[in-house]
């Protein structure tokens, strides 16, 4: 009898499907490699099975991976809800707690998707300049131009004529850079436009930068703090699908403090070991990862 009933457990184990294990994305791009690598490791520490499919390609592919449940989870930015759901002109976007607020709010009510604490970071446009100019913010580098400054931009063509580009950092900031004042480089590599400023080729000592980008830090760039919002915030935060939420609530409470911790100084600086540096992405974010246990 005892035989017989170990059995007819051992088939209902059995039957009993395997939970299947957390699906993690990201986008193409070596933040979006860090913070991938993050979120697997972390699951994967607090015992969740996870799976990594990581650096799948731009937001639009990662973005209907995740809606149509082929992934579960992955970094994505607050500010692509104005594009999302086409609210681009709509100025809460550029507001970082509003934002954020927003795409929350939206993505649950229209997709079931969960976004989670998103970190104190904001990897938007931004003109960044050399330390030695000693500039900290936009409205700083306002008054520097129009106190007669000397100023060089290395910018993209699209950096230098879109209204969401300098156009909008002028017209909030009140300032106006001269054509000559401007140097227009092929394509829209930040990477061509902060080189040049750190080593003041043709006398640039300003270029346009991304927010997080790795090099500025190991460039001796700063990134002018945009207080007025002249542009839209993007704060990376982990995107959920509900149903993983409500499997595993205990998610939240694994990345958030985590993402917490990455500042503007520190994406960058992490993103710099691997843009610049060479190391790989998986370990840098493990490196991080004990760094703050």
Not at 103 to 114: G, H, I, P, Q, Y
Not at 253 to 273: C, E, G, I, W, Y
Request: glycine share 8%; net charge positive; proline share 4%.
């Amino acid at each position: 009898m005892l035989r017989r009933l170990f059995f007819v457990l051992l088939l209902l184990l059995a039957s009993v499907p395997a939970r299947a294990a957390i699906v993690v994305g990201s986008k193409i791009d070596t933040e979006g490699a860090l913070l991938g690598n993050m979120i697997v490791l972390l699951l994967k520490q607090h015992g969740l099975a996870a799976t990594a499919k990581l650096q799948l390609g731009p937001t639009e592919i990662v973005r209907r991976a995740l809606i149509a449940g082929e992934i579960d989870i992955y970094p994505e930015y607050t500010g692509n809800g104005a594009f999302f759901f086409h609210q681009e002109n709509d100025p809460v976007w550029r507001d970082a707690d509003k934002g954020y607020a927003r795409v929350k709010e939206l993505d649950r009510a229209r997709n079931r998707l969960v976004w989670l604490a998103p970190a104190p970071a904001n990897n938007t446009w931004a003109i960044a300049v050399r330390r030695d100019l000693k500039l900290g913010t936009l409205e700083e580098f306002a008054r520097y131009v129009d106190g007669g400054g000397t100023v060089r931009l290395a910018a993209s063509a699209e950096f230098a004529s879109s209204p969401g580009g300098l156009p909008s950092f002028e017209k909030t900031y009140g300032f106006k850079l001269a054509r000559r004042q401007l140097v227009t480089l092929a394509g829209g590599n930040t990477a061509a436009t902060i080189r040049a400023a750190a080593e003041h080729i043709s006398g640039v000592n300003a270029g346009m930068a991304y927010g997080t980008d790795g090099a500025l830090s190991v460039l001796g760039l700063v990134a002018l703090r945009d207080d007025k919002g002249a542009q839209v915030v993007y704060r990376p935060a982990p995107v959920a699908r509900e149903a993983v939420m409500t499997a595993h609530p205990e998610i939240a409470s694994l990345l958030d403090p985590v993402f917490a911790t990455l500042t503007l100084r520190k994406l960058q600086m992490l993103n710099a070991r691997i843009a610049v540096e060479g190391f790989d992405a998986r370990a840098v974010a493990a490196d991080y990862l004990r760094s703050l246990e």
